[in-house]
T-cell receptor
């Protein structure tokens, strides 16, 4: 079956512009996560959705970052007024999220965002 | 806050050598522990996990044991192959709070013939 997909794979934008990054999770996965991976670092948590609602957005760095998942499947990460420091690989992951069980998160290939 | 510390890379080994990649964590409580692997050009994949103290996770010849007394989860493999060349990430998670992962910085492994 299909894994987690992310589009675009690469995005180059100019400082101050608005960008949207899309994530298609594995069908049937109720949990969806966004992480950000800067060069030479491990992924850092941004936000977690359970169904349509953002259950934990404590990792969003500031109010320029926003994410939605209106139908409980596809999610979009939105970044306003981009800054050069936003350049990173943005990773999406999904899981079945069966209560409190430790279930596996399946990661997408990521979107590499470059802000010039 | 919670954190994970990994040994810095790159680690360069000859094929069939023994591998250890050190990982220690700082956390309040007892998290679940993971090793993820990222092969060149591919996404992160779960390699193995352990959910409680003294558990041993294993997969593809790799092993790691959850040591509560030393807050460690070192990754080992007895005989590495060129195909094991990748970046390895240690991570922790607390269940019940959204299952968000906290990752280390990653350790690059290069295996040469």
């Amino acid at each position: 079956g299909a894994g987690v997909s992310q589009t675009p794979s690469n995005k180059v934008t100019e400082k101050g512009k608005y960008v949207e990054l899309r994530c298609d999770p594995i069908s049937g996965h109720t949990a969806l996560y966004w992480y950000r991976q800067s060069l030479g670092q491990g992924p850092e948590f941004l936000i977690y959705f359970q169904g349509t609602g953002a259950a934990d957005d404590s990792g969003l760095p500031n109010d320029r970052f926003f994410a939605v998942r209106p139908e409980g499947s596809v999610s979009t990460l939105k970044i306003q007024r981009t800054e050069r420091g936003d350049s990173a690989v943005y990773l999406c992951a999904s899981s079945l999220r069966r209560g409190d069980l430790v279930d596996e998160q399946f990661f997408g290939p990521g979107t590499r965002l470059t802000v010039l | 806050g919670n954190s994970v510390t990994q040994m810095e890379g790159p680690v360069t080994l000859s094929e069939e050598a023994f591998l250890t990649i050190n990982c220690t964590y700082t956390a309040t409580g007892y998290p679940s522990l993971f090793w993820y692997v990222q092969y060149p050009g591919e996404g992160l994949q779960l390699l193995l996990k352990a959910t409680k103290a003294d558990d041993k996770g294993s997969n593809k010849g790799f092993e790691a044991t959850y040591r509560k007394e030393t807050t460690s989860f070192h990754l080992e493999k007895g005989s590495v192959q060129v195909s094991d060349s990748a970046v390895y990430f240690c991570a922790l998670m607390f269940t019940g709070g959204g299952n968000k992962l906290t990752f280390g910085t990653g350790t690059q492994l290069k295996v040469e013939l």
